[in-house]
């Protein structure tokens, strides 16, 4: 079992910026994808942003060109940066890692961290 440990979050004006990082406990060899979700009370978990194991990257209509996830292989970690956030940006953020597990595949998420964003 792999544990995901996300730090970043907490409360900043609209139009300013966060960086998320989500540190896995172990490194794994098989890794298929990292991404970043986030949920608002009352409403599903949506995908903020994925990136594979071979580095390609898509993201959610809503956060195209002010969000940008990345990751450091050498320390088993994935960033989102967030810029030029909004109110509506306002969820607990996941992580979550995707990796090879026998004939199938695992998923792996975090423990959520908050973003509020004021208006």
């Known amino acids: 079992q792999v544990h995901l440990v996300e730090s970043g979050g907490g409360l900043v004006q609209a139009g300013g910026s966060l960086r998320l990082s989500c540190a896995a406990s172990?490194?794994?060899?098989?890794?298929?994808?990292m991404a970043w979700y986030r949920q608002v009370p009352g409403n599903k978990r949506e995908l903020v942003a994925r990136?594979?194991?071979?580095?390609?990257?898509n993201y959610a209509g809503s956060v195209q060109g002010r969000f940008s996830i990345s990751r450091d292989n050498a320390k088993n970690t994935v960033y989102l940066q967030m810029n030029s956030l909004k109110p509506e940006d306002t969820a607990v953020y996941y992580c979550k890692l995707s990796y090879l597990w026998g004939l199938g595949e695992m998923d792996s998420w975090g423990q959520g961290t908050q973003v509020t964003v004021s208006s």
């Open positions: 172990k490194s794994i060899g098989s890794i298929t994808s």
């Open positions: 990136i594979t194991s071979g580095g390609n990257t």
